[in-house]
């Protein structure tokens, strides 16, 4: 049996056993950064990605739940009111963000938000097959528009969430699209379920990217290393 026991100094001078009773803590070095990174755009990113990604994630909720309930309410008025409102969301971001990694990329989110859903406001949708092939197109622009982002964002150590963000739209634009017909006959109600299960997903990547910069926000602040590339820790 081992000996769960430590030597101990007494203020006397003498050496005596002691039961080892200490807890031990595994630390294991998180390193938010994976390039250089302004303190002043770590902090602005850990604070505006957060709403960003809370509102987001509301708008998908949003999206799921009120076709599933309210089934009488016009599902491209739905999706047209949620893009606008995602689009002036995205659009503020982009002021608050100017100059932080992802500026650009929330510029296109807006304008492509903003501009479809009042599209579909002034010109309303004539039928279930048009409804469809807007929203596949939308999935591509944003999968590819949160791939460019991804890119922007790659200091931070979670950008492969966006990435992966990003490729999970692009292959839900092909899916509806070979699903096109099966949705025409069944439910075009799914539609809201994609798009908001897409937005959950969007919102959770952003979010890990708004920890990440948090992360990195507070080691400055105390002086940690932050970075783990190239022999760098």
Known sequence: MADESYSAT????????????????????????????????????SL??????????????????VPLFFKEL???????????????????????VCGAPGTTSFLLLGILHLGVGCWMLLQPVPNPTMLVFIVCGWFLAHGIIKLLMACQ???????????????????????????????FKESIKLLGIFIGGDLILTAIALLLIAFMARLGHRAKETHQ?????????
């Open 153 to 183: 964002v790659r200091q931070l150590a979670t950008w492969p969430a966006v990435l992966i963000s990003g490729l999970v739209s692009v292959i839900l634009a092909f899916v509806l699209l070979a699903l096109s017909s099966w949705l």
């Open 48 to 65: 505006y990605y957060t709403i960003y990604g809370v509102v987001f994630g509301i708008v998908g909720l949003v999206s799921i739940i």
């Open 74 to 96: 016009p599902l491209d008025q739905l999706i047209a009111w949620l893009l606008v409102v995602g689009g002036a969301v995205t659009l503020l971001q982009f002021f608050l």
């Open 225 to 233: 290393p932050l970075l783990a590339q190239h022999g760098i820790a």
């Open 10 to 45: 007494t203020p006397d001078g003498r050496e005596v056993r002691l039961p080892d009773e200490r807890t031990y803590y595994i630390n294991i070095p998180i390193h938010p950064l994976t390039g250089q990174v302004a303190d002043e755009h770590l902090h602005r990113l």
